[in-house]
């Protein structure tokens, strides 16, 4: 049953706003609530009616799965989305953007705070009552006239999607608003590691300060979203089928957008797994800013085969030793690290039962833990070592570890290596940083205040060799800030994964992601090897040789692993320098 909203107005401002009222009056739209208005003693009240609540499931609910949040969240956001658009089609914004302000009736949105106004497109009122700090653009912030208009409601659409998806839709980031941290979102997967593939890059587009550079309509982002979320359930869920047909096709977004709690079925297509080819090629450098200083290569990479029943297993590590330790040293902690790590790997392989199958999660976790132990018996066993010494004085070392079974891949990551899939012309992190700055993100922390540490941010909170000091001043091996982050990915053909140390990739200092596409896409005739090398030729041409300015240059040891799928037989291709 239908209700109404009754809004008063004072006859003090109903001057002003009666000219509004019935310009909005005169725009009727199904997704505008019919309003009346009765003028009395100078002022008016305005009757508009209202449809029962219904809601949605609230991202902050413990028991829901990463499938149902994104189902729940893109259902939600096509509805709003269908609803902006015909807002555009009209010549309208909804500037006064409030997620809170709608109802839904079925398939149905009405926007409830554009009872009284409408916003053109082209302007920035300036008797906007309040710019909403948790959703504004930067063009209704700085008030920039020409650029508002269906991409500011993209911007609206894809900040309320994060939200809702971070778990943040409550109070977003803090009371001082977007603009405090420049618009520089953080990424996503910080708040959800486990997100599917191909929703961050979409909305990230969606965020962008500059309003041209994005999407160009909320449905053309709506559509990009719920192509990812599809990929990511067939791959999830159906993990050997072949390329579904239009008809499947269908079928499948219609069991992710039909709001089902439970996930589709196993059995819908018949098992066909296509072969692929799998390329793997990897360098490990010095880095000529490091070499002409005369150090040595802290950074450490391993490819590895191992047997598993009657297969094999691709085992690839990246670890960059820290280079500031009293006791130990970097090289010697990224060495030990992945001895240890090839060794607890091999031996739980050994251990299986015949013919059962590996956890690889588990066995990744105590590889982890196991090498970051040894490095921490290590360093202290060293004689020559300070008589006093603390927890952040002893050697450590960066590990990301990809494991290869098949066309799984399974990664664990402690510290600030990362691994990265380059597809449909984006690269997309797929790790989460082990730094400060990152653990302070996911806990809370504005972005802003997050931003005021400067460098302090990057120092590391998960590594191997993390330990912690008892009130006796004895040191331990800290094994929970040596858990890895874990994840699982199918590897489809047509991908690159590129696992890699600092050196190669951080932003605005040597590579950007960005870089990482081009590269790729301008060696995409050569060989996984070819990609790697020239990837690593690029990062060390960033670098600073050493100066009377700067003694010891500017620049980092360099590791580039590159894993490439391809149609074709069943079978893994090795190459590497390092």
Same mark, same amino acid.
């Given at each position: 049953?239908?209700?109404?909203r009754?809004?008063?107005i ?11 009222l019935?310009?909005r009056?005169?725009?009727v739209l199904?997704i505008?609530?019919p ?11 305005i009757?508009?009616e ?5 809601r ?7 028991e ?5 949040l994104?189902?729940?969240?893109l259902?939600?956001?096509?509805k709003?989305a269908?609803a902006m658009?015909?807002l555009?089609q009209?010549?309208?914004?909804w500037?006064?953007?409030?997620p809170e302000a709608?109802?839904?009736r079925?398939?149905?949105v009405?926007i409830? /705070?554009?009872?009284? !106004? +409408? &916003?053109p497109a082209? *302007?920035? %009122? ?7 700090k948790?959703?504004s ?11 508002v208009?269906?991409?500011?409601d993209v911007?609206h659409?894809?900040?309320?999607a994060?939200?809702?998806l971070a ?5 977003g980031?803090?009371d001082?608003?977007l603009e405090?941290?420049?618009f520089d979102?953080?990424p ?6 486990e ?6 890059p979409a909305l990230?587009?969606a ?6 550079q994005?999407h ?9 979203l719920e192509r990812a979320?599809?990929?990511?359930l ?5 993990p050997?089928?072949?390329p ?5 096709e269908? /079928?499948?977004?219609? !069991? +992710? &957008?039909?709001?089902? *709690?439970? %996930? ?13 080819t ?6 490990c450098?010095?880095g ?5 200083a ?8 391993v490819?590895?085969?191992?047997p598993?029943?009657?297969?094999e ?8 030793g820290v ?6 040293s970097?090289e010697r ?5 992945c ?7 091999r031996e739980?392989?050994?251990g299986l ?9 588990t066995i ?13 018996n290590?360093?202290?066993s060293i004689?020559d ?8 004085? +002893?050697?450590?070392?960066t590990?990301?570890?990809a494991l290869i079974?098949?066309?799984?891949l ?15 012309g984006?690269?997309e992190?797929l790790?989460?940083?082990g730094?400060?700055?990152?653990s302070?993100l996911?806990?809370?922390v504005?972005p802003?205040?997050?931003?005021e540490?400067?460098a302090?941010?990057k120092a590391?909170?998960?590594c191997?060799g993390a330990?912690?000091e ?10 929970e ?8 990915w199918?590897i489809k053909?047509d991908?690159?994964?590129v696992?890699?140390?600092?050196g ?8 950007n992601?960005e870089?990482l ?6 060696n ?8 790697a ?14 100066s009377?300015?700067e003694?010891a ?5 360099i ?7 391809a149609?074709?037989?069943s079978q893994v291709?090795l190459?590497?320098?390092?």
């Open positions: 049953m239908n209700g109404l009754i809004h008063g004072r006859p003090e401002l109903w001057t002003e706003l009666a000219a509004d019935k310009t009056q005169a725009v199904e505008l609530p309003i009346h208005v009765l003028e009395t003693g100078g002022g008016a009240l009757f508009a209202a449809w029962p609540a219904e949605y499931a609230s991202s902050d609910t413990t829901i799965t990463i499938e149902n994104v189902t729940e969240t259902v939600w956001c096509r709003l269908t658009d015909a555009h009209s010549g309208h914004v500037l006064d953007f409030d709608v109802e839904f079925g398939n149905h009405r409830t /705070n554009l009872d009284w !106004r +409408l &916003f082209g *302007k920035c %009122p300036s008797h906007l009552a309040k710019i909403s948790r959703f653009p930067p063009e209704v912030c700085q008030f920039r006239d020409d650029q208009g269906p991409q500011t911007f659409l894809a900040l309320a994060y939200y809702r778990g943040l839709e409550r109070h980031f803090s001082l608003g405090a941290f420049g979102f953080p996503l997967r910080i708040y959800r590691p997100l599917p593939t191909g929703i961050w990230s587009q965020l962008s300060k500059n309003a041209s994005r160009a309509s909320p449905l053309e982002l709506i559509q990009q979320a599809g990929d990511h067939r791959s999830h869920y159906l050997s089928a072949a579904p047909t239009p008809s499947e269908r /079928n499948v977004l219609q !069991r +992710l &957008f039909g709001r089902k *709690k439970s %996930p589709p079925p196993v059995e819908v297509f018949d098992p066909i797994v296509p072969s692929t799998l390329e793997i090629g990897w360098q450098e010095t000529r800013a490091k070499l002409s005369g150090t040595v290569n802290q950074d450490q990479a490819v590895h085969t191992i598993v029943h009657q297969s297993i691709q085992l690839l590590i990246v670890a960059d280079t500031h330790s009293r006791v130990g970097g902690a990224s060495k030990l690290g001895d240890t790590l090839v060794a607890t790997v739980q392989i050994l039962a015949p013919l059962a199958k590996p956890d690889w999660n990744l976790e105590i590889a982890c833990q196991s090498a970051s132990q040894a490095i921490v290590n360093a202290l004689p070592r300070p008589e006093v010494v603390h927890d952040n004085d +002893l050697m450590s070392s590990a990301l570890v079974d098949g066309r799984d399974y990664l664990a990551n402690v510290g600030d290596s990362r691994a990265y899939l380059i597809s449909q984006r690269a992190q790790t989460v940083d730094d400060v700055a990152t302070l996911r806990e809370g504005p802003e205040q997050v931003q540490m400067g302090a941010g590391l909170r998960y191997l330990c912690r008892l009130a006796n001043g004895q040191l331990v091996a800290d094994l800030r040596a858990r890895p982050q874990l994840s699982q199918r053909p991908e690159i994964y696992l890699c140390s600092d190669l990739v951080e932003e605005r200092v040597f590579l992601p870089d596409v081009t590269i790729a896409e301008a995409s005739s050569g060989s996984a090897q070819a990609i090398e020239a990837m690593v030729e690029s990062a060390n041409s960033r670098q600073r040789l050493p009377e300015a003694p240059g500017y620049g980092d040891n590791t580039c692993i590159v894993i490439r799928s149609h074709g037989p291709v190459s590497g320098k390092g």
